[in-house]
């Protein structure tokens, strides 16, 4: 693993160098390489090149869509070069907005019918533990014992996302005996 990471902060380093951004707070790019040794559990990753600075979210696993999309739909001024990080292959692709929102966009988890009670449970605390484990899901630790008070956190902070997923995994376990 150690490999594929030096692989892609040697990648990132000379898509900076080549595209001469981000022009301010290059400081940003460390931690970015510090932060790929935290996210070395999700698979993917989507990372924003910006004039002022960088931005790197795991995706997949939860995280407020928002941390990507306000910079590729906003008028900022700033240049804005998205890339997809693929940690086992180490790869490094520019894509385009629409690919870098369809990557962030991916729910975590998608209940179906054929999902037993306890294959919810199993997976929606898997994909919490996972998001305290990696801080995504704000600046201070929540250990919410319901899942109610875990929607409701989603809710507040706006990540509709995993709000939703809260909120279906709540019906879905209600309507099976």
Not at 18 to 44: C, H, N, V, W
Request: charged share 25%; with cysteine.
């Amino acid at each position: 693993m150690n490999h594929q990471l030096n692989q892609i902060k040697s990648a990132m380093a000379e898509l900076s160098e080549t595209l001469q951004i981000p022009e301010i707070y290059k400081s940003d790019l460390e931690m970015d390489y510090a932060a790929l040794e935290r996210f070395k559990g999700a698979k993917k990753l989507v990372w924003l090149l910006r004039s002022y600075g960088t931005v790197l979210v795991p995706a997949g696993i939860g995280v407020d869509p928002v941390f990507i999309t306000h910079w590729l739909n906003n008028d900022h001024g700033q240049v804005v070069v998205p890339f997809v990080i693929d940690i086992e292959t180490a790869k490094v692709e520019k894509v385009s907005f629409d690919q870098a929102r369809k990557v962030i966009a991916q729910p975590p988890l998608k209940i179906n019918a054929t999902m037993s009670r306890n294959d919810i449970v199993q997976k929606v605390e898997t994909i919490l533990e996972k998001g305290r484990d990696l801080k995504c899901w704000g600046a201070k630790e929540n250990t919410f014992g319901y899942w109610p008070e875990w929607k409701n956190h989603f809710e507040a902070c706006g990540n509709h996302m995993m709000s939703d997923l809260m909120g279906d995994a709540i019906r879905q376990l209600n309507s099976r005996p």
